[in-house]
């Protein structure tokens, strides 16, 4: 059964610093891996899908790696700001049955002016 | 931006009632899904269709029903609410080839008293 792990839980950071999520998975047989981001109350939005061939994905201040051998992933936020403040989820889907998402329980990221 | 849609946002609603939460979307995907997120908990799957007339029970065991007997709409109902089913309910969907985005409603956020 895939089982995703994200690290740390919380992460408090001044405003200007460039912060690393950590997601692992145990299960390396995956399509692809996105990565999303939840405000308080509110649905997900997704950030960026890596494909399970790609190591990283940028957009904009994200990058996001991939090492599927090893069942991890990062996501690189550069040069934070306070509206980056939210919960980042990762999910992985699984490249056997229904492939549905299996998500992790995400990392609280608070950056303070 | 995805065009998914729940409503209701937020429903408080007395234990017996029956429910449902309705998800639509106008991407034209094939796959649906209905996921239930508790504070600081990850999203579990409920329910998931492939496509019109297909349901299926999701990971986490789920005393709600759906239905898809449209493309566009997915809902989900309760026939009976307990104070146990209060929790977010996400709906999300993406196209039917399994290496692209899923995309997410913004969340029903039921209570039951």
């Known amino acids: 059964k895939q089982e995703v792990t994200q690290i740390p839980a919380a992460l408090s950071v001044p405003e200007g610093e460039n912060l690393v999520l950590n997601c692992s998975f145990t299960d390396s047989a995956i399509y692809n891996l996105q990565w999303f981001r939840q405000d308080p109350g509110k649905g997900l939005t997704s950030l960026l899908l890596i494909q399970s061939s790609q190591r990283e994905q940028t957009s904009g201040r994200l990058n996001a790696s991939l090492d599927k051998s090893s069942g991890r992933s990062t996501l690189y936020i550069a040069a934070s700001q306070p509206g980056d403040s939210a919960t980042y989820l990762c999910a992985v889907r699984r490249n056997s049955g229904y492939s549905t998402l299996t998500f992790g329980k995400g990392t609280m990221l608070l950056v303070s002016p | 931006e995805a065009d998914i849609y729940q409503t209701p946002r937020y429903l408080v609603i007395g234990t017996g009632k029956k429910i449902t939460l309705e998800c639509s979307q106008t991407?034209?995907?094939?796959?649906m899904y209905w996921y239930q997120q508790d504070p600081g908990m990850e999203l579990h799957l409920i329910h998931y269709?492939?496509?019109?007339?297909?349901?299926e029970k999701g990971d986490l065991s789920s005393e709600s029903t759906v239905s898809r007997i449209r493309t566009e709409h997915f809902p989900l109902t309760l026939e009976s609410a307990r104070p146990s089913h209060t929790s977010q309910y996400l709906c999300?969907?993406?196209?039917?080839?399994?290496?692209?985005?899923?995309?997410f409603g913004q969340g029903t956020r039921l209570t039951v008293v």
């Open positions: 269709s492939y496509g019109v007339n297909s349901t």
């Open positions: 999300a969907s993406s196209e039917y080839r399994a290496n692209t985005e899923a995309f």
């Open positions: 991407m034209g995907h094939d796959k």
